[in-house]
């Protein structure tokens, strides 16, 4: 059997979201397991939509999340070019060809005439198609506007018909042709839309298998009618159910952060937006961590894929996320946190990279929204200007006998280190005579401004002594 072959097939008129990742990931997913082989092609023929560097933005975010492909506009391929815009004269001759079969034929009218077409149709309760008038012009006539410099469009003849497709989410489909009215394989200017460019391509690519937004649903219509007029055998098809937001409703901009970008640079980790992603519309996982793409893809099943609608769920998101902020090294923690800590204004310039690693491990470690990670990580750098919780901390009657013991075991020398903490603050706390929260709330304040953050353990053991002392002695109180 011919190995499978999918592809994702982007428009570049935006960033990468939640909604397009989802068929970018199923795609992988599913050639992965199948040891098939998935495409990247960039469907960029509707120049009006087209969005200066949303390309290089989706290639990139893409390749950050793992989701590497075998053929693409930037590795090539037996089947190169993958920009459409680069592939037009492919269409040209597809549609040539359809031409002579007598599947279509050129269409003179204007805009203004199909509007008021439309606008009739309309009026009279009728779906707004095109009426087919140009399909009876005869030879003369054609030549006639032709001659009088009139470039037609190229209308794919569609006949009244049923047309049922098998798709792998959905089950049987069925449509009919009556409502589509004739549509245009070819513009004036030459260019082919999206119907023909990716049903042709989706042919010349040999892809076996569609795996697409449910949103694409009524344009297979049109797909299986230039297939056929090709006399090609269609992939199968497989459209992904719609995405909701946590309350049932469309996801939207307004949900969350949805720019897969926006997460990526946010503190998100690849394997935390993979793993939520997967989960919209497959069962197989669930969501207690990240799962690596390695372990996704093994456990990927494309037949038991939902046609229920999806739910985002950003807090689950989040939980993933900072589970698996836990346990990765400080060099990836910095490398996820430091445009959060960049925001925030974090003085990287008075740390070694070494300090700053253990710092965002500290933060990563604590945080349960990467959100979190900004003011976190200023506190290993100054004391924040205390808010009402630390102040209430501080004015707490043991406050001052829980701090002034441990300025005294510092000034002492007692060790900072990670092995030390434990016995240093049971120690802290006998000479106090206070302890649990009321031992390290004022503490905490004190040093750092707030009543949470990072583990007491790793601020005492990143500042080290002397800045612990210097935090400690300054005076309390609202700047
Ligand atoms: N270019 C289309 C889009 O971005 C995808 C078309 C398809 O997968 O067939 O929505």
Redesign the pocket.
């Known amino acids: 059997m011919r190995g499978t072959r999918v ?5 570049p ?1 935006g960033s990468l979201h939640i909604g ?1 990742l989802r ?1 970018a990931l199923f795609n992988w997913l599913y050639a992965r397991k199948t040891g098939g082989t998935f495409i990247l ?1 960039i ?1 960029d023929t509707d120049s009006a939509r087209y969005t200066a560097g949303a390309e290089t933005s989706l290639i990139d975010a893409l390749k950050r999340l793992g989701l590497n492909w075998d053929e693409g506009p930037d590795v090539g391929g037996p089947h190169a070019p993958y920009r459409q815009s680069e592939r037009l004269d492919k269409y040209r001759d597809a549609v040539d060809r359809i031409l002579k079969s007598g599947y279509a034929y050129p269409c003179y009218c204007s805009e203004s005439e199909l509007e008021a077409e439309r606008k009739a149709m309309s009026a009279s309760g009728r779906p707004p198609r095109y009426s087919g008038k140009c399909k009876t012009l005869s030879p003369a006539e054609r030549a006639g506007l032709e001659h009088g410099g009139i470039k037609p469009v190229i209308r794919f003849m569609v006949e009244d018909r049923a047309i049922s497709f098998h798709d792998g989410v959905r089950g049987d489909v069925s449509f009919n042709t009556r409502d589509i009215g004739d549509f245009v394989l070819m513009r004036s200017d030459g260019v082919a839309p ?1 119907y023909m460019a ?1 049903a042709y391509d ?1 042919v010349e690519m040999e892809i076996t298998d ?4 449910e ?2 649903l009524s ?1 297979t219509v049109r ?1 299986l009618l230039i297939m056929r007029a090709m006399g090609a055998t269609p992939p199968r098809y497989h459209h992904l159910s719609i995405i909701l937001d946590a309350d049932g409703k469309k996801l939207s901009k307004r949900a969350g952060a949805l720019d897969v970008s926006e997460l990526l640079n946010g503190g998100y980790l690849p394997d935390a937006i993979n793993t939520s992603v997967a989960m919209l519309g497959w069962a197989g996982v669930t969501g207690k961590e990240a799962l690596p793409l390695s372990k996704l893809a093994e456990a990927f099943d494309i037949s038991k894929v939902s046609r229920s609608p999806a739910h985002f769920d950003p807090e689950r998101l989040d939980h993933v996320n900072a589970k698996a902020l836990k346990s990765i090294t400080p060099q990836t923690a910095l490398e996820t946190l430091r445009p959060l800590m960049e925001r925030a204004g974090f003085p990287f310039e008075n740390f070694s990279t070494e300090t700053v690693e253990k710092i965002s491990a500290a933060v990563a470690s604590s945080v349960h929204t990467p959100q979190e990670a900004g003011w976190m990580s200023m506190q290993f750098a100054k004391r924040l200007d205390p808010d009402d919780e630390a102040v209430e901390a501080l004015g707490a009657p043991e406050a001052k006998s829980a701090v002034a013991a441990l300025v005294e075991a510092v000034k002492d020398g007692a060790s900072l280190d990670y092995d030390s903490y434990e016995p240093l603050m049971k120690s802290v706390a006998e000479i106090a005579g206070v302890k649990g929260k009321n031992l390290f709330r004022p503490i905490r304040s004190a040093l750092t401004g707030r009543v949470s953050g990072p583990n007491l353990k790793d601020i005492l053991a990143i500042i080290g002594p002397a800045e612990t002392l210097r935090r400690l002695n300054e005076p309390f109180g609202r700047k």
């Open positions: 592809r994702f097939a982007p428009s008129t397009n068929t092609r469907e999206y990716s989706d569609v795996i697409r937004g949103d694409h344009n797909h």
